[in-house]
């Protein structure tokens, strides 16, 4: 199957991408994992925030009743 740019324009392309990351991690040694952790802490937090009281409560209240019942796992 034939490339759909020339091997020119792919190593151009990708000699400026690696110039943008040298530049990035260079400025700020952060990778991208570390990135991304930062995003998705304060969606984490939210989401926990709103689902785990529940949850928590739900598996308590499950545990109460099989444990009052006589209930072994």
Known sequence: MAALISDQAGAAVHSAFGALANTVLSNNARTLEDLVKDMLKPMLKTWLDDNLPTMVERLV????ERVARGGRR
Do not use: V
Not at 61 to 64: M, P, S, T
């Open 61 to 64: 209240r499950a545990e109460i």
